[in-house]
């Protein structure tokens, strides 16, 4: 167990609508990360966040955003879903602002099915 | 930029044998750090191992290390002795750094590893 929680685990939903997923880091973790893992782009990192702060974005689509909250936990909003977005979606916590020696900490992922 | 090149999709190795999955990253850092991460059919992502890139020893944790050749742009993953519970993919991934204070790790594409009894 790694410690950073997220959830829902599955989530089916149809093509338009929105959805929210959570991300706990672990205790002490300021760092939160999003990745995205499809079969044909591997996993790509999404975007960044630190002490509630966006600190670096990547290959995140506009119809997507996140937030992270006080008490550090963070939702990454998915909103006009294509059958495309369908992946498996990881969010990942750091210690602190992250030097070349910290690895970062995965969650179990959600599944997103967008039919 | 910077990029992760794993050129084996898939791997066998017979149980108890010895494996070596293979890496090869660019940048143009000179400090960054080389990671792995074993992902098993339930999805979630495992750390195995981290090297530094002024690590003049290579990396190890239990029955996994790291080949690290600097000038070669490598760090290979090496297990031994696998065992069935091996079966996995695993990713080789680079942190450096992105600009305004961030450290991005950057993923390869992967190696499914099958450990046959």
């Known amino acids: 167990d790694s410690g950073v929680t997220q959830t829902p685990k599955h989530l089916i939903t149809a093509t338009g609508q929105r959805v929210t997923l959570r991300c706990s880091p672990r205790?002490?973790?300021?760092?939160v990360y999003w990745y995205q893992q499809s079969l044909d782009q591997g996993l790509q990192f999404l975007i960044q966040?630190?002490?509630?702060?966006?600190?670096a974005k990547g290959n995140i689509l506009e119809r997507f955003s996140a937030q992270q909250f006080p008490d550090l936990h963070s939702e990454l909003n998915l909103s006009s879903l294509e059958l495309g977005d369908s992946a498996l979606y990881f969010c990942?916590?750091?210690?602190?602002?992250?030097?070349?020696?910290?690895?970062?900490?995965f969650g179990q992922g959600t599944r997103l099915t967008v039919v | 930029a910077q990029k992760i090149t794993q050129t084996q999709p898939g791997m066998f190795v017979q149980e108890k044998e010895a494996v070596t999955l293979d890496c090869t990253y660019d940048?143009?850092?000179?400090?960054?750090?080389l990671f792995w991460y074993k992902q098993p059919s339930s999805g979630e992502m495992i750390f195995l191992i981290y090297?530094?890139?002024?690590?003049?020893q290579n990396a190890t944790e239990g029955r996994y290390s790291l080949n690290f050749q600097k000038a070669r742009k490598s760090a290979n993953l090496v297990i031994s002795a696998s065992q069935l519970g091996d079966s996995a993919m695993y990713f080789c991934?680079?942190?450096?750094?992105?600009?305004?204070?961030?450290?991005?790790?950057?993923f390869g594409k992967g190696t499914k590893l099958s450990v046959i009894p």
């Open positions: 205790s002490g973790d300021l760092s």
């Open positions: 966040y630190y002490n509630g702060e966006e600190r």
């Open positions: 090297q530094g890139s002024y690590d003049e």
């Open positions: 991934a680079m942190r450096g750094y992105s600009g305004a204070g961030s450290y991005q790790l950057t």
């Open positions: 940048t143009s850092d000179q400090s960054y750090g």
């Open positions: 990942a916590s750091s210690p602190h602002v992250p030097g070349m020696n910290t690895e970062a900490f």
